[in-house]
Every structure is written in structure tokens, then in C-alpha cells.
């Protein structure tokens, strides 16, 4: 018998191999299942009485503690989707939906949204609201050096006017610009993502590409004029990003 055999047919080296392969196993197995402890089980677009679990099945409710007190339970019995205005364009099981109506307000492809809390995000040091305006943040204030887009105005890809920059809105954890505040014409304030501005410092205006002038009166506004939760801005994220697709009409058409 060879050194470090057990038996005849068996050495170490052959049983450490399949010890890491069941090991390995079960580790996919226990993360598959974890993963599922949110969004599941899926939603069917055939029948609401059917459940899809998947393999492995989900796993048993945990309950997790929050950093700023309360805990949630995952797995969870989950609130009812929102209805949307989309249809399938065919009838087979997971045919793509075309939204019905404005595209833009559809809440389908580029404009869905994830329903996070509707609760803002905190900073984990203070517990304070992580995203405010600068009137808010009176701590905080715009670099001298660096240009300042208040009373800037805003307009679409189109040319057209939007609205105007009224106030900035920072991010407290992370100490850069979130958004920029616009106010329409009619009054009324929205936010716009500071990675979709482009500054014109020289004509004194702020370009966006993503939607038409007109469009930021449909830009979802904020219940609180002081605060932006989870959910307002995955909706406001959303929305822009639809416009990359829905904006206009020859958006949606092939480039060749």
C-alpha cells in the first residue's frame, strides 16, 4: 500500500477532493437559497394561483435587525404590484410588454422602478438624511472656484426651456452633488440627476439629453419639498432613463 493510501483504492488526496466537491455543492445550494429571500417567489404572467420557487425552494423567514432600529423579515408577504400601463405584444408566456398610453409615464422597461422604502436614506454616523438641499445642509456651500448652476436654466434635447435651477442638493455620506433642483415654470420643483446635466458655462444654461423640455413637468415630484425617499428616487432615476428610449418617437426605431 502507497504512502497516505487508506485502502487499497482510496489515498487523502482522493477523499480532501470529494469532501471540497460536496462542500462546494452545498455552498451553491445555501447561496441560491439566500438570494431568495427577496423578490420571490416570482410573479407568473400566466395565472396569479401559480408559484414560482424555483430550485432550490425558498428558504425559511429570517428576521434582520436594522442599522437605525426596526427590523424587517425576508421572506415577507409582499403588498400587491401597482398596476401598470402595458400589454404583451404576443400571447406566450413572457412576450415583452408594450406600454399603452405615455410611454414615459408607463412605469414599464426603462421607466420601471424598484418599490423600496419610501423612506429617505440616512447617513450611518449621524442617522441624519443622507440627501438634502444646500438650504437644508446650511453646513455645506459651493466652491468659490467652481461654477455655480443656480439660476442656471435647464433645457431638453430639444432646446427647450424646462425650467431653472433654484438650489443643489448633496449628498451628506459621500460630500458631492446628488441633484439639481429645477423649478418649472407653473411653480412647481423637480430633480434632476447631476450626472445628467451638462453644463454650458458659456451659454449659462444646463443641457439634458435624456428628455424634451416639456417633459419636466411629468418628472415625479417630491412628497416632502425637503426630503427625497428610496422609492421617489428610483422613480425620478426611472424616469429619465426612459427617456433614452421613449422620449420621442424615432427613439424607439431601429438606427438603420
Do not use: C
Not at 460536496?22 to 445555501?30: E, K, N
Amino acid at each position: 500500500m502507497q504512502a497516505g493510501a487508506i485502502t487499497s483504492t482510496i489515498d487523502v488526496a482522493q477523499v480532501a477532493l470529494y469532501a471540497f466537491w460536496i462542500f462546494f455543492f452545498g455552498l451553491i445550494i445555501y447561496l441560491r437559497k439566500e438570494d431568495k429571500r427577496e423578490g420571490y417567489p416570482l410573479i407568473s404572467d400566466r395565472s396569479d394561483a401559480v408559484r414560482l420557487d424555483g430550485f432550490p425552494r425558498m428558504p425559511a423567514p429570517k428576521v434582520f435587525l436594522l442599522p437605525h432600529g426596526g427590523s424587517v423579515m425576508a421572506p415577507r408577504e409582499e403588498p400587491p404590484q401597482p398596476a401598470f400601463d402595458a400589454v404583451p405584444v404576443a400571447a406566450w408566456p413572457g412576450a415583452p410588454l408594450q406600454p399603452v398610453g405615455d410611454p414615459m409615464l408607463a412605469g414599464v422597461g426603462p421607466t420601471a422602478s424598484a418599490l423600496r422604502a419610501d423612506v429617505p436614506d440616512v447617513t450611518f454616523e449621524t442617522g441624519e438624511n443622507r440627501v438634502v438641499p444646500l438650504r437644508v445642509a446650511t453646513d455645506h456651500s459651493i466652491d468659490p472656484e467652481s461654477p455655480d448652476p443656480r439660476n442656471m436654466e435647464v433645457v431638453g434635447d430639444d432646446g427647450v426651456v424646462g425650467g431653472v435651477v433654484t438650489d443643489l442638493w448633496i449628498d451628506r455620506a459621500e460630500t458631492f452633488v446628488r441633484y439639481l433642483e429645477v423649478t418649472l415654470a407653473a411653480g412647481a420643483s423637480v430633480l434632476l440627476p447631476m450626472p445628467l446635466a451638462k453644463f454650458d458655462v458659456k451659454g449659462g444654461r444646463i443641457i439634458v439629453h435624456s428628455i424634451m423640455g416639456a417633459q419636466f413637468a411629468d418628472v415625479p415630484q417630491l412628497a416632502n419639498p425637503d426630503q427625497v425617499t428610496l422609492r421617489e428616487e428610483d422613480r425620478i432615476a426611472a424616469f429619465y432613463a426612459g427617456g433614452n428610449l421613449f422620449a420621442e418617437p424615432r427613439r424607439m426605431e431601429p438606427l438603420l
